[in-house]
């Protein structure tokens, strides 16, 4: 069994190389070939990749592409996969509604089999509400009775990005006294939040609390806090996704007052459904677009538990066997979370 997995994220990314790696360790449990094929957040790069898989001898194409619905760029890559006659998963990021009319899998594009998302609005809701109750604890300065929120996201583009903000907002509706006084678009990028954050602090000087759609974006903005004299997690309450050894130091000492990670698994897992469906037991019967609550909340302890054990991107010591229904006939549903892998 062979695939290819066209990782949209750049390949110094630790997000993207987590999963990268993640993937290899499934693979390897499995038995399965996998190569790796890094995009560098580059659209052009991406679709250059599946040209070349399609341009392949027949002998030499995998049998299997995952890719992921960044930016949108999914209908794209799955049209030009499926003329092919290749078979495809998205992971990570599965398609948007009334976005690009692809339809479901398996039926305008036969070869299209599935997807599988980790629960991204859990993730805004988790990081959302354990920031509020951080800001609220402090006692920072309400305007109008409210306490005001400013929020960094990635792009208007990419499902996994939109779905973090909605849980971002279903938190502040859920809290009743935050007010949402702005968001922007700073591409995941560390450095984009840079600008967008002195912006924002210039244009919001009461707001004490910034959400964030990833890690880097996080870090970006605590150094325009910082440099204008503001102590993260005392004057100004900060949140993040992901679970770079930065945003994971940041937890325990304080600095970032939410995280939620562990979603990187989700190619792994992907293996795991494609492996059954290769090996005849279709992961249908739970649904071709699954999405999965991958996401845990971090603390100190957990942190601290995250980098001993996984700290430079060996994830060997996970069974990824376990999870297949093929190898565990006894097995009903599958079941995915990262909180476990932390014991």
Do not use: C
């Not at 903005?221 to 770079?244: C, E």
């Not at 538990?305 to 549903?333: C, E, H, T, W």
């Amino acid at each position: 069994m062979s695939v290819v997995f066209i990782n949209p994220g750049k390949s110094d990314e630790l997000y993207w190389l987590s999963a990268g790696k993640a993937m290899q360790a499934a693979a390897d449990d499995l038995g399965v070939t996998l190569e790796v094929r890094y995009a560098e957040r580059n659209h052009a790069q991406a679709l250059a990749q599946v040209r070349e898989i399609i341009a392949r001898p027949l002998s030499n194409r995998p049998e299997y592409v995952i890719f992921s619905n960044e930016k949108g760029t999914g209908p794209e890559l799955l049209k030009l996969l499926d003329g092919a006659g290749i078979k495809t998963f998205m992971a990570f990021n599965g398609r948007l509604p009334g976005v690009g009319d692809i339809g479901q899998p398996r039926q305008q594009y036969k070869g299209w089999l599935g997807s599988l998302e980790p629960d991204a609005e859990q993730a805004g809701y988790l990081t959302a509400r354990s920031l509020i109750n951080k800001a609220r604890h402090a006692g920072v300065p309400r305007v109008h009775g409210k306490l005001q929120m400013v929020a960094i996201s990635g792009d208007p583009a990419t499902p996994s990005s939109l779905r973090r903000s909605d849980g971002m907002r279903r938190a502040i509706k859920e809290a009743g006294d935050v007010r949402l006084v702005d968001e922007v678009y700073a591409s995941w990028s560390q450095e984009h939040a840079l600008a967008q954050g002195g912006w924002l602090y210039v244009r919001y000087p009461q707001a004490r609390m910034v959400w964030a759609g990833n890690d880097l974006m996080a870090m970006g903005a605590m150094q325009v806090w910082g440099h204008r004299g503001k102590q993260a997690g005392k004057d100004v309450f900060f949140s993040a996704v992901n679970t770079s050894d930065e945003a994971l130091q940041a937890v325990r000492d304080g600095r970032l007052s939410a995280l939620a990670g562990g979603h990187f698994i989700a190619g792994a897992m992907s293996l795991v459904l494609l492996y059954d469906y290769d090996k005849g037991r279709d992961f249908a019967s739970e649904g071709l677009e699954q999405r999965w609550p991958l996401f845990m909340l971090f603390d100190a302890n957990s942190a601290q538990q995250f980098m001993r054990l996984y700290g430079k991107q060996d994830f060997s010591r996970i069974d990824f066997r376990r999870y297949s229904k093929v190898l565990n006939p006894a097995l009903k549903r599958y079941s995915f979370s990262f909180k476990p892998l932390l014991k």
